[in-house]
């Protein structure tokens, strides 16, 4: 590599200490590579980016804290009019990152890792669509287990009624045959 870096540098009739001073950074560079583990520079580059996402997905969550809120009624002392602004900062924080995210793996990341953006994307797609199957299968069964416990409820208020009722007819007849009872003795003097 460093071998065709320097016939381009050569090629270049009468190069101005900028491209002097860029050609040295740039073998530097190439050095510094060359003497890296491979393992530990995509290791590295992985870490780098990894937080970069973390950061996006930090930033990403506010952002659906925000919406979230939009839904709710708002009793605290921000304006909407702050609430709104800081949305829109949140948006364009996150618009900014995978702009920079992009950016850096497809013109900053070693030629090694090839299309990275690319690859990244295809992952991103795919993840997101099991996450999004995983979502409705939990969303599914928590439907299912609300329903159960909505007809156990119905099943438990329809049994206490039922017992009331029962309960309420027997202390009813029981006082009607006491006062039926006590009515005939009275009337016929065995009292």
Known sequence: MLDDLKSQFHKIADPTPAQKIQYNAEVQRVQE???ADPA????EI???LGALLD???????ALLAEELAINTVYKGSESIGRRALRKIIIEA???SMMA???ETMV???PKELGALWSKYEKTVEVINKKQQAARIEELRIAQVAASKRRRMIRKFRENVTWFG???FVTIWLISVLIMIKTSKTASLGYY
Do not use: C, M, P, S
């Open 55 to 61: 950061a996006q997905d930090q930033l990403g969550q």
């Open 46 to 48: 992985g870490n780098q």
């Open 33 to 35: 590579i060359a003497k």
């Open 107 to 109: 013109y900053q990341a």
């Open 93 to 95: 924080r996150v618009d």
């Open 100 to 102: 920079e995210l992009r």
């Open 165 to 167: 009722a029962v309960l």
């Open 40 to 43: 530990d520079v995509f290791t």
